[in-house]
């Protein structure tokens, strides 16, 4: 299901990939033909501005023309005004033509000029024409007069006085000719001097007019030159700033696309790492499932063939008791009712061993068992073996041979190894119907190997597969006793004392069973004092367990344990013999069952909490429980000290124990200061500290003389006087215990009696000092 999602989510990837390349290829070719649009429209632009440029050169060029062909005026004739006028109303109309990029009214004034420029051409002209008739006049009338001056003699002149000599001459009067050239030079100087006058007004106009034309000609040539090159400029600022935009813009996203790709490359090939990952994880998933789907079936047909074993197994004897003792009940005669009661006796002893073979298994499987080392003689243990085998083995008419060939001391779990060749010889016994059975102990240095071979029935290729598995019966064994479990237990030993079991056997010519246990030889002085730091690893003080429970049978077990090893365990059935009890004992460590009749042990944990009777507040609690229905993480939760799961062993009791002890015991074993603050709580403080000082020295002093005289009714008496008052400041856990002992079942001795008042006046003198302090401080 999760590869199913992963391979739908990739493929949502990928196709959301492509999606998004796909859009970033549309926007390159968007940007791409907006970039193109955004160049065609530059340029057009451009082609205006050139074209702008060359109507301003050729109005340049017109109006340069047009001046050129004004300077040569004084040459003009009618078809030169009517030329010039041509081109300058040309001029007029390309000048027109920049009215939409300039301003209109300076447009205006250089028409203007040109204008009143070619009037000023017309008039020179018509100056000039005028000048011409006059001079083709004078041409005309100067040759009639110098003929006419021919023909006239002039008068000579006389002077006046005598005979002429002395007088002035007489002046001679003009000829008709002579008047006509004078009258004509003056008419003609009159007029070409006017000619001349207009003639220099006009030049001067002109001048005046080409001298304005050109300077609005050059400030609108050179302002349209500057617009010209402003636009150009701008264009060219455009086509940049457009080629820059272009570069980023096309390069961001092909740099976008590019890194995209690395991503969605990455990104995918993550994912497809994962979907493997997956897949085998689905592929191994499947295959555990596949497993343990085979386990379960395995299992469910064991438990299947188990509880047929168990059943069938367990009804021969039963049915055996149950039929006796009903033959019991109604025999009268006394040999046959102690021979009933014999064979009662005898069945209930095979269910017994049944029944431990059963548990012992089951302790087993569930890893419940560890190795018991403890040191052990190999060959006195073959010589027990051989002992204990040897009459089955005569019974059936069978050559037993059991062999050690080393005989050393070796450090191991004696019972177990003595219970693996056990089994081993059993069933080799059991079915071998003719031949031999032999055992082969040896040690090597580092492990131990046992060796056990028969002559019997052999067994298949098929068989020694299944021969190890729990509640497997052979076509062999169906007329023998027992589940089924002794190979089992056999295999299950070896490895939990980390050796290996190897099984080489032929049908219809026997079976070898090899055993190798890793081993060492043992030190006896040294393997001593290991036991004792080992199994009972808080040896330097003896502490002290209550325990909670309502099976009479496991309270009796849990108090053998403890007694084992010096610890005492009191045990109670209820919650008021355990609260009583803790009322006159702090004890190191409480263990309570989970599930009892009348109380749990998550209720039993709050009454302890919220109680003020002894240590009951801090007291470690362990809960012992064999239901499955809580983890141990979900009881530590809940407060518990820690967890003991039945059944247990010794080994895990002590453990157990033990931790608890390390985390919570030691550190609770100080003891408590007195606490004065219930006391001064209210009166005088000053005047109640010194009178507890007074009255606890008095005290004392009675119970320390009580004490050398071994007075147990006044140790009785001060103890129930104090008891009380002692209790307000937390101080009375030693008046507790000499009350215990003085109210003990059991007699107990002056010493030890001595030791506990000795322990009562510490407290007494503790309470005086803190008295003193408390004064001393103020309070």
Same mark, same amino acid.
């Given at each position: ?43 057009? !632009? ?35 005004? !009517? ?117 220099? !007004? ?53 740099? /976008? ?68 003792? !009903? ?48 040191? /052990?003689?190999? =060959? ?18 069978? @050559? ?39 055992? +082969? ?29 729990? /509640? ?28 290996? #079991? ?30 004792? =730091? ?10 002290? #367990? ?25 045990? @109670? ?74 059944? /247990? ?36 403080? #000053? ?33 129930? +006087? ?5 209790? #307000? ?51």
């Amino acid at each position: 299901m999760r590869s199913t999602i992963g391979t739908k989510f990739l493929r949502t990837l990928i196709a959301a990939g492509y999606l998004l390349m796909c859009l970033l290829a549309v926007g390159i070719m968007y940007l791409w033909f907006y970039e193109w649009k955004e160049i065609e429209a530059l340029e057009t !632009e451009n082609r205006r501005i050139n074209a702008f440029r060359q109507e301003v050169h050729l109005v340049y060029g017109e109006m340069t023309g047009l001046s050129l062909l004004g300077e040569s005026v004084l040459e003009w004739e009618d078809e030169d005004l !009517e030329h010039y006028h041509i081109r300058r109303m040309a001029v007029d109309s390309l000048l027109c033509r920049f009215k939409t990029v300039y301003p209109a009214e300076r447009i205006d004034s250089v028409r203007h000029l040109l204008e009143s420029k070619e009037n000023l051409l017309c008039s020179i002209v018509e100056v000039l024409n005028k000048q011409e008739n006059l001079n083709r006049e004078i041409a005309k009338r100067v040759p009639f007069i110098a003929a006419k001056s021919t023909q006239e003699q002039p008068k000579k002149t006389k002077r006046k006085g005598f005979l002429g000599l002395f007088g002035k001459k007489e002046k001679s009067k003009p000829t008709a000719t002579t008047s006509m050239l004078h009258a004509l030079n003056r008419k003609e100087i009159t007029q070409q001097q006017a000619q001349s006058r207009r003639l220099s !007004e006009h030049a001067d106009s002109l001048a005046m007019r080409n001298s304005e034309l050109n300077r609005q000609l050059q400030s609108l040539i050179g302002q349209m030159d500057r617009k010209v090159e402003r636009d150009l400029q701008k264009r060219e600022a455009e086509i940049t700033a457009m080629r820059e935009r272009s570069f980023f813009q096309i390069g961001g996203l092909t740099g /976008f696309l590019f890194l995209l790709l690395v991503v969605s490359y990455i990104i995918i090939h993550r994912d497809i790492r994962r979907i493997k990952r997956y897949k085998a994880k689905t592929v191994n998933l499947i295959r555990q499932l596949h497993e343990s789907d085979m386990r379960n079936r395995e299992l469910i047909s064991s438990r299947k063939r188990a509880m047929h074993t168990i059943t069938h197994e367990l009804r021969t004897p039963l049915t055996a008791i149950h039929g006796y003792a !009903e033959l019991i009940a109604n025999g009268e005669n006394a040999t046959q009712t102690e021979r009933y009661s014999g064979n009662i006796r005898q069945a209930s002893q095979r269910m017994i061993a049944m029944l431990n073979t059963l548990l012992d298994f089951f302790r087993l499987d569930s890893g419940k068992e560890s190795a018991n080392t403890s040191p /052990f003689r190999l =060959q006195g243990m073959a010589d027990a073996l051989s002992a204990e085998f040897a009459p089955l083995a005569e019974t059936k008419d069978l @050559c037993l041979t059991v062999e050690c060939n080393t005989d050393v001391i070796l450090m191991g779990d004696k019972e177990r190894i003595m219970q693996v060749s056990a089994n081993l010889l059993s069933n080799a016994i059991k079915f071998t119907q003719a031949g031999s059975v032999s055992l +082969r102990m040896d040690y090597n240095g580092n492990n131990l190997s046992i060796v056990v071979e028969d002559t019997g029935s052999g067994m298949s290729e098929e068989e020694q597969q299944r021969v190890f598995g729990a /509640f497997e019966r052979l076509s062999n064994a169906a007329t023998q006793d027992g589940f089924g479990l002794g190979l089992s237990i056999v295999k299950r030993i070896v490895d939990m004392l980390g050796g290996t #079991v190897r099984l080489e056997s032929k049908k219809g010519r026997g079976s070898r069973f090899t055993i190798e246990i890793p081993m060492q030889t043992a030190d006896i002085a040294v393997i001593e004092k290991k036991e004792v =730091q080992e199994q009972y690893p808080y040896s330097e003080r003896a502490y002290s #367990v209550i325990m909670l429970d309502d099976n009479d049978i496991l309270l009796s077990m849990a108090m053998d344990m403890y007694a084992h090893y010096g610890i005492r365990c009191d045990v @109670c059935t209820n919650t008021s013999d355990l609260m009583e009890a803790m009322r006159t004992k702090d004890y190191d460590l409480l263990i309570t069952d989970l599930k009892m009749p009348e109380i749990n042990g998550f209720e039993v944990l709050e009454l302890l909490r919220s109680s003020h009777v002894g240590n009951s507040k801090t007291i470690p609690v362990i809960v012992a429980t064999a239901s499955g229905s809580c983890t141990e993480e979900e009881l530590l939760a809940h407060g518990f000290s820690a967890c003991l799961f039945k059944p /247990f062993g010794l080994s895990e009791l002590l453990a157990v124990s033990g931790k608890c002890l390390s985390v919570s015991s030691v550190k609770n074993n100080k003891e408590k200061q007195p606490d004065l603050s219930s006391l001064l709580a209210y009166g005088d403080k #000053v005047t109640m500290l010194d009178k507890l000082k007074t009255e606890t020295e008095k005290d004392m002093q009675a119970i320390s003389d009580a004490g050398e005289r071994c007075d147990r009714k006044e140790l009785d008496m001060q103890v129930h +006087r104090l008891r009380s008052s002692w209790a #307000v400041i937390r101080a009375d856990k030693p008046l507790w215990e000499l009350h215990r002992l003085l109210h003990s079942d059991t007699e107990c001795s002056d010493n030890e009696i001595q030791h506990t008042v000795n322990a009562v006046l510490a407290m007494g003198d503790k309470i005086v000092e803190q008295a003193k302090k408390r004064k001393e401080d103020g309070l």
